[in-house]
């Protein structure tokens, strides 16, 4: 049995490496979002609640351009930072549950639609009552970019009766002045 040579075996490294790369998948980075903002809103969960856009998840989750608009939008929060801070929380409701009160959310869905937009479904109105309008699902479309070899989530556009609303990557620029 002959050796295999050096060209060969960098060859099957590259293509592993390559393979892999590409079969991330695009749903990891808006399940663990969805999620973390899932628990904050659990009635059964003790604890504070979960921190979505934490420095963490910034940098590991989402792309550089959303974490640089959510750091210049922090610099110009909707509402005065406390006592020596000098950032603040740049939204003055939760972008994820889309509103400032909600329910724990129900039945969440999330949908590989192609070509890195992934669609979060979920019900979080039940709470508030009963009939048709508390039956409709909060979705969130997220466009989700390879960057340094894996997938991050470059933007989250709500819909709005049935329309993709507006990009809030875009909103925190504006609000962060860049």
């Known amino acids: 049995m002959q050796p295999l040579s050096a060209a060969f075996v960098l060859g099957l490294f590259f293509a592993s490496v390559a393979s892999g790369s590409a079969s991330a998948d695009v749903t990891e980075p808006v ?3 969805v999620e973390a903002a899932a628990r904050s809103w659990d009635d059964t969960i003790d604890g504070p609640s979960e921190d979505v856009f934490s420095e963490d ?3 590991r989750l989402f792309s550089r351009d959303f974490a640089r608009a959510f750091e210049a939008a922090s610099k110009n929060p909707p509402f005065d930072p406390p006592e020596g801070e000098t950032t603040g929380y740049p939204f003055d409701y939760d972008p994820i549950a ?3 009160d909600g329910c724990p959310f129900e039945n969440i869905r999330i949908e590989d639609d192609g070509e890195g937009q992934v669609t979060a479904l979920f019900n979080n109105r039940r709470c508030f009552g009963e009939g048709a309008e508390y039956d409709v699902d909060t979705v969130l479309i997220f466009h989700v970019v390879d960057e340094g070899e894996r997938s991050v989530i470059d933007d989250i556009y709500p819909v709005v009766d049935g329309q993709s609303g507006t990009s809030i990557k875009q909103d925190l620029k504006v609000q962060g002045g860049i």
């Open 31 to 33: 399940r663990e979002i």
């Open 57 to 59: 998840r910034l940098a």
């Open 98 to 100: 889309q509103g400032q």
